[in-house]
């Protein structure tokens, strides 16, 4: 099946900082992958449409230059969380489609704490 | 009105029971229904996904969609202390995927 790799699993940093999760599909090429957000006990949150050779599609009310994403080929997407505060402190899960297929693959997302 | 509208729980039943999950939507271009299990700080695992009214079974797992009803369910026979976890249904139009809250189940040994 399709496998979608998150890595880090989870990172601690310092306020003011960035901090980089990486995303790559390991079995399939996904030209377009999605990066989550979720707060303890809610729904995931889509945040951006991440497009393989092209820009990001960023939803209402997120920051495109504060989550950078960077989607450089057909496996692999990186979203950048840049000058971290506190309330940036979540989960991150990144997905893709496998191939054909209508349903998303998750990572295992990663775990983000700003101190 | 939210798109998918999911009981949120928490669902607490003894080891064995029948679970049944649900969630109700309004969008009627749907076309895609799945259901992910979601253990505590992990990424959420496809369970079962299908295209079409009707139900399907996978294992302990059977997934059920009445689109004239608009409404989803899935039931988890002889559920197991393993199968404690959030539970999210999703649907998808195109490209896009719309999430329910989410149910968190505990199954108690």
């Known amino acids: 099946g399709a496998v979608v790799s998150q890595h880090p699993s989870w990172v601690i940093c310092k306020s003011g900082t960035s901090v980089k999760i990486e995303c790559r599909s390991l079995?399939?090429?996904?030209?377009?992958m999605f990066w989550y957000r979720q707060f303890p006990k809610q729904s995931l949150m889509l945040m951006a449409t991440?497009?393989?050779?092209?820009?990001?599609?960023?939803e209402q009310g997120v920051e495109k230059d504060k989550f950078l994403i960077n989607h450089a080929s057909l496996t692999l997407s990186t979203l950048t969380v840049t000058s971290a505060h506190p309330e940036d402190s979540s989960f991150y899960i990144c997905?893709?489609?496998?191939?054909?297929?209508?349903?998303?693959?998750f990572g295992n997302g990663t775990r983000l704490t700003v101190t | 009105q939210k798109e998918v509208e999911q009981d949120p729980g928490p669902l607490s039943v003894p080891e064995g029971a029948i679970v049944s999950l649900n969630c109700t939507y309004s969008?009627?271009?749907?076309?895609?229904f799945m259901w992910y299990r979601q253990y505590s700080r992990k990424g959420p695992e496809l369970l079962m996904y299908?295209?079409?009214?009707g139900n399907k079974e996978d294992g302990r797992f059977t997934a059920q969609v009445d689109k004239s009803s608009k409404y989803i369910s899935l039931f988890i026979r002889d559920s197991q202390p393993s199968d404690s976890a959030t539970y999210l249904c999703?649907?998808?139009?195109?490209?896009?995927?719309?999430f329910g809250e989410g149910t968190q189940l505990t199954v108690n040994p």
């Open positions: 991440s497009n393989e050779g092209s820009k990001a599609t960023y």
């Open positions: 997905s893709a489609r496998g191939p054909g297929e209508g349903v998303l693959h």
């Open positions: 079995d399939f090429q996904a030209t377009t």
């Open positions: 299908t295209y079409s009214s």
């Open positions: 969008n009627s271009a749907f076309q895609y």
């Open positions: 999703a649907m998808a139009s195109g490209s896009r995927l719309t």
